[in-house]
């Protein structure tokens, strides 16, 4: 881009005639503000004394490293100069509440993926901003609809922020001569058939049929009936696929399956599943899980997990496709079950 629009400038422009703009603004000023000292942090690694080492054991039962405290505490004290009711961290077992007058609620969480640091891997921040309603705890339990702004981080050869705000997907990166986030696409739109998917196919013999008759039918590609021949991407970083979906296209999948632990899928609906999927949705993509619309869920917990199929359109509206052929309680049936009402033919 010719111009360079900043964070800061581009936020000023955009919440003018919106809801709650200005509080809007400054929560995501604060987050994006926290992201810059947490990339230093995280660039430092060991040299800034994160050594890696288990903290305890979230809420949720994950292992927690010291750097997902670290983040946690950086993105809750950035927010508490922020106009915000209550934020629900994924390192919380409950929302806190910080200013019960205060327009807007937040879910986050600080760290995803902290697990690939030791490896050098990117990993991320990812949000969610909803307006406050007179109960605030209840606020979080509303659909994914009721997102006002969202987006994510991605702490990699450039510290990238996306945004999703006003219905416009766009980017930024981190110039960290001035410290300050300058925009690199505005309006992103998402390639709507790229022959592309990224899952973990060490999991395959876990896998529900509507999944693996999916995948089958894109690895047979053209020696089969399919129109394209796929790649498959898989880098275990929900942020790095997120943002590769972005600029390339194609489908991410983390489905529910029949291993102890994934049966309701693994991903947190509430600061994973909901703001990827308000991102997807204003790029022109798709997000479900597999039979449900992922915006459209509500969720029952702080902490709900749920499958997540995301990314170009048609790619999701053809996994959703399969899953909408065969009843619910097949789910656990075997590819060949599908072999006669395949996505090619």
């Given at each position: 881009m010719d111009e360079r629009v900043t964070l800061r400038s581009?936020?000023?422009?955009?919440?003018?005639?919106?809801?709650?703009?200005?509080?809007?603004?400054?929560?995501?000023?604060?987050?994006?503000?926290?992201?810059?000292?947490?990339?230093?942090?995280?660039?430092?690694?060991?040299?800034?004394?994160?050594?890696?080492?288990?903290?305890?054991?979230?809420?949720?039962?994950?292992?927690?490293?010291?750097?997902?405290?670290?983040?946690d505490e950086m993105m809750r004290h950035a927010l508490g100069t922020a106009p915000v009711a209550a934020v629900l961290s994924e390192e919380a077992e409950l929302p806190e509440v910080f200013d019960a007058a205060a327009p807007l609620c937040v879910a986050i969480d600080p760290l995803d993926g902290s697990a690939n640091l030791e490896n050098n891997i990117s990993v991320g921040t990812i949000f969610s901003i909803r307006p406050s309603g007179h109960?605030?705890?209840?606020?979080?339990?509303?659909?994914?609809?009721?997102?006002?702004?969202?987006?994510?981080?991605?702490?990699?050869?450039?510290?990238?922020?996306?945004?999703?705000?006003?219905?416009?997907?766009?980017?930024?990166?981190?110039?960290?001569?001035?410290?300050?986030?300058l925009m690199t696409a505005r309006g992103v739109r998402i390639a709507p058939d790229t022959p592309e998917f990224a899952i973990n196919a060490s999991n395959r013999r876990h896998w529900h049929g509507p999944v693996r008759a999916y995948i089958d039918e894109c690895l047979a590609g053209t020696n089969?009936?399919?129109?394209?021949?796929?790649?498959?991407?898989?880098?275990?970083?929900?942020?790095a696929e997120s943002?590769?979906?972005?600029?390339?296209?194609?489908?991410?999948?983390?489905?529910?399956?029949?291993?102890?632990?994934?049966?309701?899928?693994?991903?947190?609906?509430?600061?994973?599943?909901?703001?990827?999927?308000?991102?997807?949705?204003?790029?022109?993509?798709s997000a479900t899980t597999g039979r449900r619309r992922i915006l459209e869920m509500s969720a029952r917990t702080p902490h709900q997990r749920v499958p997540l199929i995301m990314g170009s359109a048609y790619g999701v509206r053809d996994v959703a496709a399969i899953h909408e052929g065969i009843e619910p309680m097949f789910d656990n049936s075997d590819a060949p079950l599908f072999a006669r009402r395949g996505l090619f033919r």
């Open positions: 581009h936020l000023d422009r955009s919440v003018q005639d919106t809801p709650n703009g200005p509080a809007v603004a400054a929560v995501i000023e604060a987050l994006a503000t926290a992201s810059i000292g947490l990339a230093d942090l995280i660039a430092d690694g060991p040299l800034a004394g994160i050594t890696g080492r288990h903290s305890g054991i979230n809420p949720d039962g994950d292992l927690q490293k010291d750097i997902d405290v670290a983040a109960d605030i705890v209840s606020t979080f339990f509303e659909p994914g609809t009721a997102q006002c702004a969202a987006g994510f981080v991605v702490y990699g050869p450039q510290t990238t922020l996306v945004l999703a705000l006003n219905g416009s997907v766009d980017i930024f990166i981190l110039d960290r001569r001035v410290r300050e986030f089969g009936n399919g129109g394209a021949d796929f790649n498959m991407r898989w880098i275990g970083s929900l942020v943002l590769r979906i972005l600029v390339r296209g194609g489908v991410f999948l983390y489905p529910a399956d029949a291993r102890p632990g994934y049966r309701e899928g693994r991903l947190r609906l509430l600061y994973e599943a909901h703001p990827m999927a308000l991102v997807m949705e204003w790029a022109g993509g």
